[in-house]
């Protein structure tokens, strides 16, 4: 069987038109044809991001490139708050600790969204906290939280930088940078972008710029000065990920011609299937506040999640993604960030129907789906 | 013109084999395909490493990589000696520095070589050395440094750790790691693999191994021993670059098909009739000891290496490199690492005959290529 549907939460399926552009002959990335490419594609970030400042291009994944976020506008005695609620936002507490800063971890039960008032709480028991980090769209939970909410909080309560990863939530959500006031914001080319992983992207306010000058963590490669100065010369500090960066243009093109508004409805369209299709199949779904990245569903008692993961690749061709940790045994995580059109969508849960049945699941056969039509058709009213 | 001829050391073409693979659906990183693949390459990078130890990959350029390279096995109040000469073998005295480590920089004229007894000196002055870093070879002035001896020197005096950068050196020369005692050796994947930026590669010695538990640098996407556990069962801690590490085990099937010995023949052979080109054309060549990557030619007074760099690529689509710092005004770097074949080498000789005739020198038309069919044809004798 060849093909193939890849329906994780990243990398995510890369467009034939960005395939194509990377199967060319690779250039020097000292050369003018680079700069060319870089000067076009940093404009479409700034675009995407929406935001007067840079945006850098970071060659890691999105943990490295966060981490840079965090290391080049703090240091190492200040006291930084991380929210929690899943995997990644966790992540964040332990950078801070790996670099020995002071971390008070917001506790959020995995599936619930982060309140403004405990940020508000936590920031008045550290009013010397340096900067706040949330994860936007919480991969490992499928959880959206309130971004804007608590970017009021952080901003009226505090001196503190607001730090947004918004790896799985930029291009699924709306998240103008500028207007609402965070200060260091990332995102990952293997998410929304469509392109392979490995590379990172990174903006920053004027406020966290000023503040890197006094930064003293140890940093070389991640040294966002360093690549700042470069990059507004349409340069990199090091080799960069050209052919990332080649296809980054491609795709931050097809975004463009589609337009921003109906990229995040898109988006939000197939998530509302997705979600709707596995509601009529008598599953549920795990966050509070659904993000349109990734469909996190709990399965009945008695479904093996692993087994349900297998079935849909090994017979459909179908990757979907396993729950992290604790939810591991009953929960799947249904891709629905980057390239895709409602045919996947539709594949997604009428394979998924095939493959509840055969673990002995009594499904309602063509329910999702149906659902889902129901959605899309909706939509088109 | 669409015809592109990249002649710089690095990144390097890209082999149509890899090309093809990396055009095909990519997959997810955490499931048994990727697990396969992944293997695989594990194997076959430790077959050109020359080592019983696991090859990592690391997500990140060269510089990064070699960065993780000197922070996991070293702690802040170690003395470093760092191995000069060039722009790469320089600026890991900037990464210790930049990390607080107390720097030794070994002074080496550009063009020139590390001398072991440099080395012994420096040690017997250091004997409280924790590592030792040398570029094989040198980028920025094509130079081939005497690994083996050094790597006795460090043995033999000391108990510090020798760390190889083997970014353009690996697959080049012969660079058997654990047969030379070298204890952390890096490449990078857009050199002699012939694949996109942005992914490295590092292999640590037992030794090394067990000092990266005491290591107190801050580092969180950089931790190699989080990298080894992972990596050890076939994973990676974080999302890795998956398309580049598709086209790895590509090439790496080509390299073991040419086989190491045939490998390292075929750079010497294009190294050497590139060299004996540019001297049959009256250039110089800066290097005391040649690397076979890369051949780093000085010009005669008056003509403008910049303008020759210029001339090549828009008149005749043949991209080679230019000097760094001093050096820029009248020096081409031929990149010869990587897939090439003798005709690649042939076309850059001509192509530079009719360049340098267009900048005014008074060119013997055909006296380069004459030099090098010589290389050949006594090659083949």
């Known amino acids: ?148 909410e608590i970017a009021k909080v952080v901003q009226e309560q505090s001196n503190a930088l607001f730090a947004v990863d918004a790896i799985t939530a930029l291009g699924v959500h709306k998240l103008p940078m500028d207007a609402l006031g965070i200060d260091v914001m990332v995102a990952g080319s293997q ?66 011609e589609e337009g921003h508004d109906a990229l995040i409805e898109r988006h939000r369209l197939n998530a509302e299937a997705t979600r709707a299709g596995a509601l009529a199949l008598g599953l549920s779904l795990l966050a509070e506040s659904p993000s349109d990245a990734v469909s996190a569903v709990l399965l009945p008692d008695g479904l093996s999640a692993p087994d349900l993961v297998r079935i849909m690749r090994e017979r459909y061709g179908v990757t979907i993604a396993g729950g992290h940790d604790a939810l591991k045994p009953k929960m799947i995580r249904i891709g629905h960030i980057g390239f895709f059109e409602r045919s996947d969508i539709l594949t997604a849960l009428s394979t998924l129907e095939l493959a509840l049945a055969e673990l002995g699941m009594d499904v309602d056969a063509g329910a999702g789906v149906r659902a889902a039509q129901q959605v899309y058709a909706k939509a088109q009213a």
């Open 1 to 148: 069987m060849s093909r193939k549907y890849l329906l994780a939460p990243g990398p995510t399926p890369i467009p034939e038109e960005a395939r194509l552009a990377m199967a060319r002959s690779i250039i020097h990335h000292r050369g003018p044809e680079f700069r060319e490419v870089f000067a076009d594609t940093r404009q479409r970030l700034a675009w995407l991001f929406e935001t007067e400042q840079p945006v850098l291009t970071v060659t890691a994944s999105g943990t490295g490139t966060f981490e840079a976020g965090m290391i080049n506008f703090t240091r190492r005695d200040d006291t930084i708050i991380c929210i929690g609620g899943g995997k990644f936002g966790e992540r964040w507490a332990e950078v801070g600790r790996a670099y020995g800063m002071n971390v008070v971890e917001l506790d959020v039960e995995w599936g619930k969204v982060a309140r403004p008032e405990q940020v508000a709480e936590a920031l008045a028991a550290h009013p010397e906290c340096a900067m706040v980090t949330l994860t936007a769209s919480e991969t490992s939970t499928g959880v959206m939280h309130p971004v804007a």
């Open 191 to 256: 998410k929304a972008f469509g392109i392979p992983p490995g590379v990172g992207f990174l903006a920053a306010s004027e406020r966290a710029w000023e503040r890197a000058e006094h930064s003293d963590h140890p940093r070389y490669y991640f040294d966002l000065l360093r690549e700042k100065k470069k990059q507004l010369g349409e340069q990199t500090a090091f080799t960069p990920g050209v052919t990332q960066i080649i296809a980054a243009q491609v795709v931050l093109k097809m975004m463009m």
